[in-house]
């Protein structure tokens, strides 16, 4: 079963990571700044791949009052529906992969925001399946 293409984002106060559902498999998509432009840019991004709902990353304390603020202000701009994912072993769960891979350092050592996007997107589509 194939679920309605979802936007994974990955919030961060520094950088915005991105990861897109292609039938049954997330995609990491791009990274962008969190800047005065993000909520634009995430708008673009679900016209231009047709995003029928948005997957938020949410981890603990500060960092989920903080999400939740930016998924207000995301639902301001863009008419889609919001789902929350706990995202709390994303960003470490990540770094283990890439540590394993035979990707090179320098690539292993660059943000990792869209594969953590990747990440928990690929765990809640496979729930959802």
């Known amino acids: 079963m194939s679920i309605p293409t979802t936007l994974a984002i990955d919030f961060g106060t520094k950088r915005i990571g991105l990861a897109i559902s292609v039938a049954t498999l997330a995609d990491p998509l791009a990274i962008i700044p969190n800047d005065e432009n993000s909520l634009s840019e995430i708008k673009k991004i679900c016209q231009?791949?047709?995003?029928k709902q948005i997957l938020l990353g949410?981890?603990?304390?500060?960092?989920?009052?903080?999400?939740?603020v930016?998924?207000?202000?995301?639902?301001?701009?863009?008419d889609l529906p919001i789902i929350f994912a706990d995202?709390?072993?994303?960003?470490?769960?990540t770094h283990q992969k890439l540590a394993t891979s035979h990707m090179k350092r320098s690539k292993r050592q660059a943000p990792i925001d869209h594969y953590a996007a990747s990440q928990f997107l690929q765990e809640w589509i496979d729930l959802e399946n």
């Open 48 to 51: 231009r791949e047709n995003v």
């Open 58 to 68: 949410i981890s603990e304390q500060v960092m989920a009052e903080k999400t939740k």
């Open 87 to 93: 995202e709390t072993l994303s960003s470490k769960e």
């Open 70 to 78: 930016f998924a207000g202000e995301l639902a301001q701009v863009i």
